[in-house]
């Protein structure tokens, strides 16, 4: 079992940045890691995701804004999000998958706020 701890979220404007983090409990070498991300209202959408490989997506309306990186020494990923609009405002999970698709984890979220 995997445990994952999101941190960075907050309180930013608009146009400022944030930078959130998920640490793993244990090796994330054979997942692919997410960020997900859900407002009031609405359905949990996936934002990025990393590959054990390095291979990234990303969903349209974040492309060129956010980057999503991974340390599997430190266990962690990382969702770098720059230029943030109050529609990136919503709980933001990590995920991670592992690669034969059996097993799936999920953080309990960090709050992102985004001020006009």
């Known amino acids: 079992q995997v445990q994952l701890v999101e941190s960075g979220g907050g309180l930013v404007q608009a146009g400022g940045s944030l930078r959130l983090s998920c640490a793993a409990s244990?090796?994330?070498?054979?997942?692919?890691m997410g960020w997900h991300r859900q407002a009031p209202g609405n359905t949990r959408e996936l934002v990025a995701k990393?590959?054990?490989?390095?291979?990234?997506n990303y969903v349209d309306s974040v492309k060129g804004r956010f980057t999503i990186s991974r340390s599997n020494t430190k266990n962690t990923v990382y969702l770098q999000m720059n230029s943030l609009k109050p529609e990136d405002a919503a709980k933001y999970y990590c995920?991670?998958?592992?690669?034969?698709?059996?097993?799936?984890?999920w953080g309990q979220g960090t709050q992102v706020t985004v001020s006009s």
């Open positions: 995920n991670a998958i592992r690669s034969d698709g059996r097993y799936s984890y």
């Open positions: 990393i590959t054990s490989g390095g291979t990234t």
């Open positions: 244990g090796s994330i070498f054979s997942y692919t």
